[in-house]
Nanobody, 120 residues
């Protein structure tokens, strides 16, 4: 079974930084797309950064210049470095991936989410 586990959330003051991690485990043949989403209380889920199959990274305008996606293929982990955090960044952050498993099954996988709270 393929799993994604987010970590790194917590409470931080405005202007501070956090680094979120998303670790993949299980039998994965390939990853066709990766996304970080977030959902604030009472609001719709939104894409924070997307990495489609073509490989071009797209950041939401609200985080452009402040958030950075990176990866460590050896650890099967991707990261979201969040700098200059604002109270409006407060949300649950989710990692999402479209994968082909080791038994050649197509799956969309979601992590459980990690809470980021930015105080003013």
């Amino acid at each position: 079974q393929v799993q994604l586990v987010e970590s790194g959330g917590g409470l931080v003051q405005a202007g501070g930084s956090l680094r979120l991690s998303c670790a993949a485990s299980g039998s994965i043949f390939s990853i066709n797309g990766m996304n970080w989403y977030r959902q604030a209380p009472g609001k719709q889920r939104e894409v924070v950064v997307g990495i489609p199959s073509g490989g071009r990274i797209h950041y939401a305008d609200s985080v452009k210049g402040r958030f950075t996606f990176s990866r460590d293929n050896a650890k099967n982990t991707v990261y979201l470095q969040m700098n200059s955090l604002k109270p409006e960044d407060t949300a649950i952050y989710y990692c999402n991936a479209e994968v082909v498993t080791g038994i050649m099954e197509n799956l969309e996988v979601w992590g459980q989410g990690t809470l980021v709270t930015v105080s003013s």
